[in-house]
């Protein structure tokens, strides 16, 4: 059911952990599932995406979405970044079963969640970007978030 991509990113996942001092960090959860994901951007001066990192508390397709994601946007600008939708991800994965392809939503949220932390930290505005509506502040966490 899942392509020999899915399985390797789900088996070795890419750029699992967190960024210290982060430019950007977006947490998203799934409201079909509960499943909650982080994801942290160093972005330099030039707006280039110099490292990601994520944290996921989910399923395996939310797990090989993200680590995809991640390689995708690494070494991006920001406006290439805000291109990159599930559906490239899924696509770049050689596909999702169906009823997988909200999972891989997740990422492109937490994406865009980091990014508009981002924008609002330095004062700027995203093009296309909008207020992430499932994005999960500090604090509001339960103790069940820590993985
Ligand atoms: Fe929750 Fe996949 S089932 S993210």
């Given at each position: 059911m899942y392509s020999e991509k899915v399985m390797d990113h789900f088996q070795?996942?890419?750029?699992v952990g967190e960024i210290e001092n982060a430019s950007g960090v977006g947490t998203v959860g799934n409201a079909k599932c509960g499943d909650i994901m982080r994801i942290y951007l160093d972005i330099d001066e030039n707006q280039i995406i110099r490292d990601v990192k994520f944290k996921t508390f989910g399923c395996g397709a939310a797990v090989a979405t993200s680590s995809m994601a991640t390689e995708l946007v690494k070494g991006k600008n920001i406006q290439e970044a805000m291109k990159i939708t599930n559906k490239a991800v899924a696509e770049a994965l050689d596909g999702l079963p169906p009823v997988k392809m909200h999972c891989s939503l997740l990422a492109e949220e937490a994406i865009h969640a980091a990014l508009w932390d981002y924008a609002q930290k330095h004062n700027i505005t995203i093009e296309?970007?909008?207020?992430?509506?499932?994005d999960i502040h500090e604090g509001e966490e339960t103790e069940e978030e820590e993985y």
């Open positions: 070795n996942p890419r750029n296309g970007l909008q207020k992430p509506k499932s």
